[in-house]
């Protein structure tokens, strides 16, 4: 019964861990393909400067609602400083009615304002004398109620820019956003994409290659490729994580992700391959990205894991690694907006040898969940390996 029990696990296992390949054609449709692919890099181009000239419009507004927020802030000083200003002359203004009052209404005990009209010369002066008075008096109030009336209008304004900014700064914050979305479908687009002229090389490459190899026209390449270069890739007797600890930042397939993104507080974490196989690439993407490929050969076909965004890489191409292999370092190289390991597994290859355009490569993607224990959800962070 224990025997047979296992034998069932194995059986579990081996279906769990073996990838599907779609991708297993003979020379002549490999043929076929690399001659129909162009019209997929010349979509993901468009699609890509489509996006870079929308974030360009995004950032113009931007930038119109950053002066706008600028200039509100400007005039709210003005008007702050104004308010303050109106309200010293109103308080001086009142002192100086306040000491005209006293000063018309007692002096040393007597009624100066008495005195002071009743010592006119004559009705002429008096009656000037009043006149100077009331004509104080009222300049002040006047004053005052202007004053006021200006502090009214000023904190009106202010009110009014106020929600003007809170408008603005909404605004923005809605744009940003639209230009982080746009910016993650563009980089799902870029991660790890070679140029036009890099694909239609590779693909040309691709060709030469089995054709080379003596690949009969309607033979399965990968067949021939192991017919005639012998089972020289280790067997893979199981997936791991590739950091001894992280979290996931994006999934696959989000946006059109074609991997996976893991990150870590230590930015420069040792990276290791996810499984037993052979170095089958190592270059600098189109963006600057330091990126490695390794082959895998899972129950005799070949399974690729991509490790790009290095900061550094202690591989070559053709060294034979296992799972405790260092093969580099997480970085934030090329196409990238923070230190984090972006990770594919395909069962194809756009280089040569790999047997598939780009435009292939992309459709042969793998959610690495399906083969690696990931915990569930984003920055959920794991121990071990």
């Not at 002066?125 to 009336?149: C, F, G, P, S």
């Amino acid at each position: 019964m224990k025997k047979i029990s296992s034998v069932i696990l194995l059986i579990l296992l081996a279906v769990f861990i073996i990838p599907v390949n779609t991708n297993a054609k003979t020379l002549k449709q490999l043929e076929d393909e690399v001659n129909k692919f162009t019209a997929d890099l010349e979509s993901k181009n468009n699609q890509i400067a489509a996006n870079d000239a929308e974030v360009a419009e995004i950032k113009k507004k931007i930038a119109d609602y950053e002066n706008q927020i600028s200039s509100i802030k400007s005039e709210t000083e003005v008007l702050e400083q104004e308010i303050d200003e109106s309200n010293k002359e109103i308080a001086e203004k009142s002192e100086q009615s306040k000491s005209l009052f006293q000063y018309l209404q007692v002096s040393e005990g007597e009624n100066a304002y008495i005195e002071y009209i009743f010592g006119a010369t004559d009705v002429t002066d008096m009656v000037y004398r009043i006149a100077i008075v009331e004509q104080l008096t009222e300049y002040n109030e006047q004053v005052m109620d202007d004053l006021t009336k200006l502090i009214e209008d000023n904190n009106k304004r202010k009110e009014e820019l106020a929600t003007k900014n809170s408008e603005l700064e909404k605004l923005t914050d809605e744009l940003e956003a639209e230009q982080s979305k746009i910016n993650a479908e563009t980089a799902a687009i870029k991660d790890a994409m070679p140029s036009v002229e890099k694909q239609k090389e590779e693909a040309e490459k691709q060709l030469a290659y089995y054709k080379k190899l003596g690949c009969g026209e309607n033979e399965d390449i990968t067949a021939c490729e192991m017919r005639v270069n012998g089972n020289s890739v280790p067997s893979a007797s199981g997936f791991y994580r590739p950091m001894v600890s992280g979290y996931v930042t994006q999934n696959w397939m989000n946006a059109g992700h074609l991997g996976i993104d893991l990150s870590n507080t230590n930015k420069t974490i040792e990276i290791y391959p996810v499984a037993s196989g052979v170095v089958f690439a190592k270059y600098y993407d189109t963006y600057g990205a330091l990126v490695l490929k390794i082959r895998h050969n899972v129950n005799g076909r070949y399974i690729y894991s991509t490790y790009a965004h290095l900061s550094a890489w202690y591989v070559n191409v053709g060294d034979v690694v296992t799972p405790d292999t260092v093969i580099g370092r997480m970085g934030n190289t090329g196409y990238s907006f923070g230190a984090h390991l972006h990770l594919e597994l395909t069962t194809c290859d756009w280089h040569a040898g790999g047997g598939c355009t780009w435009a292939t490569y992309q459709k042969s993607t793998i959610n690495p969940r399906q083969y690696i224990g990931f915990p569930s959800g984003l920055r959920v962070w794991w121990n071990g390996r």
